[in-house]
């Protein structure tokens, strides 16, 4: 039932997440091109993730260390989710459209990718006790 409750939390941050994406991606696009608001706007999500994650998703379950190490290393985990995340984004921005709503779309359907290495990232290792 706790990786139940965590899976749900873990979806529905995953959503704030993405809207903070989106929208990033969206107002830094012309101001950094498309791959520099794509990273810049991920960047801002994993941060956003992170705070809402530790809170929600895997309350009650400590990471055994100083919150600045915490961060790190969650950075450190959703970079695989992350890889997966920008590749899909880049290379159907690369071969697609590059209008706002796509770029959108591409980062939709790459958070979704990535989502499945995240959680299993910090269930199984930064939030496992």
């Known amino acids: ?11 529905i941050v995953g959503i704030v ?13 012309d101001l950094l091109g498309v791959y520099g608001a794509r990273v810049a706007s991920f960047l801002a999500a ?4 992170w705070i809402l994650n ?21 950075l450190g985990l959703m970079l695989g989710g992350g890889l997966i995340n920008l590749a899909t984004y880049s290379v ?8 706002p709503f796509w770029l959108g ?6 958070s979704v990718l990535g989502m499945a290495v995240n959680f299993l ?3 199984k290792w930064l939030y496992r006790h």
């Open 46 to 49: 994993a941060t956003t993730t």
């Open 17 to 29: 997440g993405l809207a903070v994406d989106v929208t990033l991606l969206t107002v830094l696009r």
């Open 105 to 110: 779309i591409y980062a939709c359907a790459g």
């Open 54 to 74: 530790r809170h929600f998703s895997f309350a009650g379950r400590s990471a055994n260390m100083g919150i600045w190490r915490e961060y790190v290393q969650y």
């Open 92 to 99: 159907l921005a690369w071969k697609l459209a590059q209008t």
């Open 1 to 11: 039932m706790k990786l139940n409750r965590s899976l749900l939390w873990f979806g």
């Open 121 to 123: 990232g910090a269930s």
